[in-house]
């Protein structure tokens, strides 16, 4: 069998990419019945598990996969592996914007640079009410998704409300390439940069938002890698390396125990503070950049344990047109620490995207913090930023999720199970806040304070609630 060069791929989702092998020629097998069989051989002869070809005889595709009790090793038809194969660099077919949902609906937070969205002249906020004169649910981004895919140069009619006027414009499909890593500029020379992917292009995007960022005179580096899947090892190896002069990436553990590194070399040293963003659903190659730069104390890791996706990946195309993507390896750390089923744990523990966002700023050097809130809105010292506070009226009260204000005054946060009460601690001493309706309130788990409560207790926390605008700022420990 010919392979091409290493391209792993480590990635939670089923929007994957990897190094393409062809197997045995069908030659070597007896016609009826080959894809089984290819299966069966992959299958027995990589597998980090071990499993036998004798172990799977006489078993179905199905059964095979299924056997395994692996969620990454999948068969894909071949229309399967058509849908996915344009993400390898993620390009997508559709109207170019991206999608959010609310009290009133379905509506566009993301216009997408030359798609046909743009195009057509549809704007962030407008409400999907209809596509093709077929109503949108009010209650389901998907009901408008799938109304608004199709195929490349096919044409549809969308009908949204902006303010109080509906209009219908006409686009036509097309292929849009949906951008996977964001920069943001914000004062005392701290930059954010935020990646959704790893995908293939993912990388020199970073490369070239970096750059600019360092043009602006950077000083400080929030890189967020937070609800990111993961995908190619290559990515995360040549991003690694704008940390990293050289070194061991990953080790690999195959089904034979034996360690096949994945190394580099030719890296630069940034020589500034970085700080990784990321949560439970941060896995995969994110573990990988995130346990790489920990290991190599380039970076400290702010969050909670992320998601534990230890293995790798490597995709066969099969006879027919269809693939098996089939987990070969298992992967540690540079410092052999294990990641399958364990996670990366952070250095500086938080709750919460807010919380986690306004910590990373202050670490950076921003203890100074105004927050802006919107209906579809919120800036943090002016920045827009997809890191929502968590606030509602109640009463005519404002609550705010408990853990932001404790991060913006920089307090700790515990719950007193015995008392049923929210203690916040500072310097100067714990307050305790009870589950009472004008205090706090607990929904899934949790918690909201009254922010009028909250100011009583850290006057140096200031709230200016104009109703459908709120602005929250305070300076850490003052």
């Known amino acids: 069998m010919k392979q091409q060069p290493r391209m792993r791929i480590m990635k939670v989702t089923l929007a994957l990419a990897s190094a ?10 007896a016609q009826e019945d080959l894809q089984t069989k290819q299966v069966r051989e992959l299958i027995g002869k990589l597998h980090v598990s071990g499993v036998t070809e004798e172990a799977l005889a006489n078993q179905s595709i199905q059964q095979m996969v299924e056997g395994l009790k692996d969620p990454y090793t999948v068969y ?3 229309e399967e592996y058509g849908q996915f194969s344009s993400s390898l660099e993620n390009n997508y077919v559709g109207m170019g914007a991206r999608i959010g949902l609310d009290d009133k609906g379905v509506y566009i937070t993301e216009v997408f640079a030359g798609s046909a969205a743009e195009t057509a002249g549809l704007q962030t906020d407008d409400y999907i009410r209809a596509v093709d004169g077929v109503a949108v649910q009010n209650n389901s981004t998907e009901s408008a998704r799938s109304k608004i895919v199709g195929l490349e140069g096919t044409k549809t009619k ?5 303010g109080d006027k509906e209009l219908t414009v006409e686009l036509t499909r097309k292929a849009v390439n949906i951008p996977e890593v964001y920069s943001k500029n914000f004062t005392n020379g701290v930059g954010y940069i935020q990646i959704t992917d790893f995908s293939s292009d993912a990388d020199e995007d970073f490369d070239q938002q970096l750059k600019s960022l360092n043009a602006k005179g950077l000083k400080a580096l929030i890189v967020d890698v937070r609800n990111n899947p993961g995908g190619l090892v290559d990515t995360a190896q040549n991003i690694t390396k704008h940390f990293v002069k050289e070194g061991v990436l990953i080790h690999t553990r195959d089904r034979n125990g034996e360690d096949d590194p994945v190394t580099f070399k030719g890296g630069t040293d940034l020589s500034l503070p970085v700080y990784i963003l990321a949560n439970e659903n941060s896995a995969s190659a994110s573990e990988v950049l995130s346990g790489a730069l920990q290991d190599y ?6 969050g909670v344990q992320t998601y534990g996706k230890g293995s790798v990946q490597q995709l066969y195309k099969l006879d027919g047109g269809s693939a098996l993507k089939v987990t070969v390896e298992e992967y540690l750390t540079p410092n052999k620490r294990k990641v399958n089923k364990v996670g990366i744990t952070p250095d500086v523990k938080v709750d919460g995207s807010a919380a986690q966002l306004i910590t990373a700023l202050q670490l950076a050097g921003i203890s100074d913090v105004n927050v802006e809130i919107s209906k579809h809105k919120i800036t943090y010292n002016g920045v827009e930023m997809n890191s929502p506070l968590g606030t509602f009226h109640e009463n005519g009260q404002l609550f705010a999720n408990t853990r932001a204000l404790a991060a913006l005054v920089g307090a700790n946060i515990s719950w007193n199970d015995a008392n049923r009460t929210v203690d916040i601690t500072d310097a100067k001493g714990t307050h305790a806040i009870p589950v009472e309706a004008d205090k706090l309130i607990i929904d899934n788990g949790t918690s909201y304070v009254n922010a009028s409560v909250f100011e009583r207790f850290f006057p140096q926390l ?11 700022h305070a300076v850490k420990g003052n």
């Open 297 to 302: 104390h380039a970076a400290q890791v702010i």
């Open 462 to 472: 200031k709230v200016n609630d104009q109703g459908e605008t709120v602005s929250i």
């Open 158 to 162: 969308v009908t949204v409300l902006r």
């Open 76 to 78: 894909f038809s071949k």
């Open 20 to 29: 393409l092998m062809t197997i045995l020629p069908v030659s070597a097998m």
